[in-house]
Nanobody, 123 residues
Framework: HVQLVESGGGSVEPGGSLRVSCTAS????????VAWFRQAPGMEREALSCIRPGASTMYYLEPIKGRFFISRDKSKNAVFLQMNTLNPEDTAVYYCAARIWECSINGDRYEHWGQGIQVTVSE
C-alpha cells in the first residue's frame, strides 16, 4: 500500500519560511517524479514544482520561482519544498504527488497523492 504523507505545514507571518516534507511508505521514491501542488479555497489546484528521480527540477508557477525550492533525500525516501518569503497569497493546502519517472504539470497523471497539509500566511 503506497502512502504519501505531508508534514511541516502550519502558520507563518508574511516574509517567513516553512519547509514542507513528503514522506513515502510502501514504495521507494527512487524511480518516481514527485511534485508539489497547492489549492486555495475556491481556487483551482496549481502545480508548483517537480523533481525527477535524477534530482533535476522544474518550477511551474511564476510567483514561486526564486522563493520555493524542491529537493529530495533518497535516504529518507522524502521530498521537500522549502518556501521562503511567504506572502498571504501562498495560503493553501499543499499536496505532494508521485508518478513513475517523469514530471508532469497535469495532476491527473500522478498515481499517488498525499492527504494535503495546510499552510497559512497571515499577520
Amino acid at each position: 500500500h503506497v502512502q504519501l504523507v505531508e508534514s511541516g505545514g502550519g502558520s507563518v507571518e508574511p516574509g517567513g519560511s516553512l519547509r514542507v516534507s513528503c514522506t513515502a511508505s510502501g514504495v521507494s521514491l527512487d524511480d518516481y517524479a514527485v511534485a508539489w501542488f497547492r489549492q486555495a479555497p475556491g481556487m483551482e489546484r496549481e502545480a508548483l514544482s517537480c523533481i525527477r528521480p535524477g534530482a533535476s527540477t522544474m518550477y511551474y508557477l511564476e510567483p514561486i520561482k526564486g522563493r520555493f525550492f524542491i529537493s529530495r533525500d533518497k535516504s529518507k525516501n522524502a521530498v521537500f519544498l522549502q518556501m521562503n518569503t511567504l506572502n498571504p497569497e501562498d495560503t493553501a493546502v499543499y499536496y505532494c504527488a508521485a508518478r513513475i519517472w517523469e514530471c508532469s504539470i497535469n495532476g491527473d497523471r500522478y498515481e499517488h497523492w498525499g492527504q494535503g497539509i495546510q499552510v497559512t500566511v497571515s499577520e
